[in-house]
């Protein structure tokens, strides 16, 4: 069992910046792809970013340039840095671990964009 605990979300104005972390329990968070979803009111979970265990990245085109995944493998932890946020950004956004036993979600955490 994996167990992610999200951090850093908020409430932030348009232009602003935002970071958010997923720290992993165990030890073999080095060999497990990461991912950042999110999900806004009545909408689908969405694919933001993600990033495999040897640093390939890769986003979606509507936060290209804007948001910046990463991870330290000595922290167990991924990184999503966020910035020029825009109210269209304003969602739950949530880490995944995909492992080979399978795929583990965090708890979620709010990101709110607005003026």
């Known amino acids: 069992q994996v167990q992610l605990v999200e951090s850093g979300g908020g409430l932030v104005q348009p232009g602003g910046s935002l970071r958010l972390s997923c720290a992993a329990s165990g030890r073999l968070f080095s060999m497990y792809a990461m991912n950042w979803y999110r999900q806004a009111p009545g909408k689908q979970r969405e694919l933001v970013a993600g990033?495999?265990?040897?640093?390939?990245?890769n986003y979606a085109d509507s936060v290209k340039g804007r948001f910046t995944i990463s991870r330290d493998n000595a922290k167990n932890t991924v990184y999503m840095q966020m910035n020029n946020l825009k109210p269209e950004d304003t969602a739950v956004y949530y880490c995944?671990?995909?492992?080979?036993?399978?795929?583990?979600w965090g708890q979620g955490s709010q990101v709110t964009v607005s003026s």
């Open positions: 995944k671990a995909h492992a080979t036993r399978g795929d583990y």
């Open positions: 990033i495999t265990s040897v640093y390939i990245t």
